[in-house]
């Protein structure tokens, strides 16, 4: 485990001893699971070899490793385990109580009925009329049968997006729940073909994410292949590699994967209400309401796009995320508290309001998370959903006549019957749009809302020319954008994006390879927290205020929206608002110079008083 709380493979050859190497690699300048992680070592070694140290007492733990670790053992290897007790106490208490979360985990997810198979791939191999052994048989074409059920007698509604072959209603609808549901590892938590959970297979590759259940695998090739694949050192999956009959049998994948994955999440009706045109001849500055507000992102953009700004109110619970949007913007954002705080009639006070914008949080609602409450329940996050409903329809209420834009995220991994609620409450399909079209980094994500030109990314990538002045920035869309263009000149790395799961945070992010007790040097380097802020579109340092961790800053960066997405959605709103030139677009400086904060303390103390409510 590295200081960064990453697993992370070494080589035996790296690794120093820690007895004679101590002074010479040890710093106390290390993080707190790095040292945590030194003194366990030491009060173990100072047991085994029986020195008189008082559990929890570092400083003389230090003290003697620092004194060449003196004993009075006459063992051979004073600091070698006991063959009666090989394994520490505290260690196996430890491993105790995490074999017991593992179990409890276990059960949880058992009840999760959304996690288990509708059906069993394997039992379809013994099916006498399977579909797909007509298909083979030539007596019918594979588009007119389910590939991911192996059903003909259900209507096909649409084809697979990434094989050839259809897929009926119900599948369909797995396959939109699952496909950006991704694990801890960044991989997909469900098979890509049917959708469903059950022995996953990964493909070797690691600019893809994609897994296949093995009942697929046997089903769609032949029985038993799937052992071949597990042997298979390394595996490219069948969208990794060229099509072969032998061996991909009836998986024969699409070249236009993606842009069909496009197409299955493109709504298939939006209702929006064009705003007059009569009440924006006069161009006036925007007034936005931004719930859920993170670090600011919605007024960097803004700023970027050099729409003029007359108010910011912004909500926001996580302090963290408070100050950066404080130090960052200075008095420009007003913040309001948290979003369960702020009543119907406070918010009428604040109108008019031209844009709401929020993203409530994602762990509750997603598939992901196996601890989810949902939507509704009272002690969970997904209820924060109908407070930005509410307070949205409060502002179309006390705006009366005059034109409110809105946009509402959310993750794609919820599952189907969240997604009809949201739906349903605002009144439209959300939109699916990945970041990996604008930037080294995927993180597909859906949008609700009535801002124009939002829905026609599909369009776009479909072949169709968008010739309209409120989208002048679909050129970004078709741009190879890589992942070195955003890194330091000076890392080492061969990746060309990287994954940004919010729920569990594994973007990869900056290690004390100093700190390490192993020579690394052959490692690729990981990525800076600045490296990962220019990722999401944010100048170096943006997050870098008050002294927040790096593994606190790159928490609050995977909750962020991406830049480049927002602006490509927030982008027509010039033609409605007041703008400045963009040429003089203000940089955000850095919080660590001086040039913001003088004098950190008393200069937040000021911008507080005057920029949050109390």
Not at 176 to 183: D, Q, S, V
Not at 324 to 341: D, R
Not at 529 to 534: A, G, L
Request: charged share 25%.
């Amino acid at each position: 485990m590295s200081p960064d709380k990453t697993r992370k493979k070494l080589p035996k050859d790296k690794l120093l001893g820690l007895v004679g190497a101590f002074n010479d690699n040890y710093i106390d300048l290390g993080g707190k699971f790095f040292k945590r992680g030194v003194l366990e070592a030491l009060q173990e070694m100072a047991v085994r070899a029986g020195v008189d140290v008082a559990e929890g007492d570092s400083v003389k733990l230090l003290s003697w490793a620092k004194h060449g670790f003196r004993t009075e053992s006459r063992r051979t290897n004073p600091w070698a385990p006991s063959v009666e007790n090989p394994i520490p106490e505290n260690v196996r208490r430890r491993l105790d109580r995490i074999k017991t979360q593992y179990l409890e985990a276990l059960l949880l997810l058992e009840s999760q009925t959304s996690l288990q198979p509708r059906f069993s791939r394997f039992a379809q191999l013994e099916n006498s009329g399977s579909a797909l052994k007509k298909v083979r048989e030539r007596k019918l074409s594979i588009q007119d049968v389910c590939v991911a059920c192996d059903s003909s007698s259900e209507d096909i509604v649409t084809q697979h997006p990434l094989i050839e072959g259809g897929l009926c209603q119900q599948c369909k609808d797995d396959i939109i729940e699952t496909m950006f549901a991704y694990g801890d590892d960044g991989t997909n938590a469900y098979c890509v073909i049917c959708g469903q959970a059950g022995e996953l297979i990964i493909c070797d590759n690691t600019d893809c994410n994609k897994c296949y259940c093995t009942g697929c695998i046997d089903v769609l090739i032949s029985p038993g292949t799937h052992k071949k694949v597990l042997a298979a050192d390394p595996w490219f999956c069948f969208i990794c590699t060229e099509y072969d009959p032998e061996r991909n049998g009836l998986i024969q994948p699409k070249l236009d994967w993606q842009q069909n994955v496009l197409k299955l999440f493109q709504p298939e009706k939006s209702i929006q209400l064009s705003p007059s045109s009569d009440d924006y001849r006069e161009k006036k500055p925007i007034r936005v309401l931004s719930l859920f507000d993170g670090i600011g992102t919605g007024r960097y953009v803004l700023d970027q796009l050099g729409i003029e700004v007359e108010a910011y109110y912004a909500s926001e619970m996580d302090h963290d995320a408070i100050n950066i949007s404080i130090v960052q913007h200075k008095c420009n954002v007003t913040h309001l508290g948290q979003i369960e705080e702020i009543s119907d009639a406070e918010v009428a006070k604040l109108c008019p309001v031209d844009l709401v914008i929020g993203g409530s949080p994602c762990i509750d609602p997603s598939l992901v998370s196996s601890g989810r409450k949902g939507l509704y329940d009272a002690t969970g996050t997904g209820r924060l959903f109908f407070d930005f409903f509410r307070l949205l329809k409060a502002v179309q209420l006390a705006n009366k006549e005059r034109h409110v834009f809105w946009l509402y995220e959310n993750v794609t991994s919820i599952p189907q019957e969240y997604k009809s609620i949201i739906t349903r409450f605002l009144q439209c399909e959300p939109a699916l749009i990945d970041s990996k079209y604008f930037s080294p980094q995927n993180q597909a994500r859906y949008f609700w809302g009535n801002i124009p030109g939002m829905y026609a990314v599909e369009e776009y990538w479909s072949g169709g020319e968008v010739d309209n002045p409120l989208q002048p920035h679909f050129h970004m869309l078709r741009q190879a954008v890589k992942l070195n263009s955003s890194l330091s000149s000076n890392l080492n790395q061969e990746i060309e994006t990287v994954s940004s799961n919010t729920m569990c945070n594994n973007l990869p992010s900056e290690s004390k390879d100093s700190l390490t007790p192993g020579n690394t040097s052959d490692d690729k380097d990981a990525l800076r927290v600045t490296d990962i802020e220019q990722v999401f579109g944010f100048p170096k340092h943006y997050t870098d205020t008050g002294n927040i961790p790096l593994g606190r800053r790159q928490q609050l960066l995977a909750k962020a929206w991406s830049v480049p997405i927002m602006k490509h959605i927030f982008m027509p709103l010039r033609n409605f608002f007041k703008t400045f030139s963009l040429p003089f677009v203000p940089q955000l400086s850095p919080a660590s110079t001086t040039d913001i904060l003088p004098d950190s303390s008393s200069s937040l103390t000021t911008c507080t008083n005057n920029c949050v409510r109390p």
